[in-house]
């Protein structure tokens, strides 16, 4: 019999350090879509202990990350779920999504290769956060410090979000 083990999307493919840059996976203990109930914005912001965030923010709430998703759309990245479903409809994407941490000098020079946003800190500070194309993947990014990025994309595009921020890294490293 076939013995299965549990493996996350970024298993041999991460980490990845080029020069001054690094790409490493970040594996939260869950993330969670949440769409408050009409009315429930009130009753989701008490039952996660924080504000939910505006248009193109993140903030710290229930022990994680809530980053705005979309109108009336919000994603919990890490953190307790207990308790959210009665003020939104809540669905478990631990699965569905690879989460990365890219770091280092010339961050934001890598970035401006794959992204059509501009991302640099004065633009784009910390906590601010974008879904977006990543080269022809729609992506979530959001900046987490300085020179710091969070990048999710859905788990079935791992080994492309890999290559595509490998080569830009190359390219960015090479010109240095």
Not at 2 to 11: F, I, N, Q, T, Y
Not at 78 to 85: M, V
């Amino acid at each position: 019999m076939v013995e299965l083990v549990a493996k996350s999307a970024g298993d041999g493919l991460l980490p990845v350090t080029i020069g001054k840059l690094s790409l490493t996976e970040e594996v939260p203990t869950a993330l969670t879509s949440m769409m408050p109930f009409k009315g429930g914005a009130a009753a989701l912001e008490a039952a996660l202990g924080a504000g939910l965030p505006g248009p193109g923010e993140s903030g710290a709430a229930a022990g994680g990350r809530v980053l705005w998703f979309g109108q009336n759309q919000y994603m919990l990245v890490g953190g307790a779920a207990e308790g959210l479903g009665d003020a939104a409809a809540v669905t478990d994407q631990s699965d569905a999504w690879i989460v990365v941490r890219f770091e280092g000098e010339g961050c934001e020079d890598v970035l401006a290769r794959l992204v059509p946003l501009d991302l640099r800190l004065q633009v784009f500070a910390e906590g601010r956060t974008a879904r977006t194309e990543l080269m022809h993947m729609m992506s979530s990014v959001t900046r987490v410090g300085p020179q710091a990025f969070m990048i999710m994309v859905f788990r079935s595009m791992a080994a492309t979000l890999v290559h595509d921020l490998k080569t830009a890294m190359q390219g960015v490293t090479a010109r240095r």
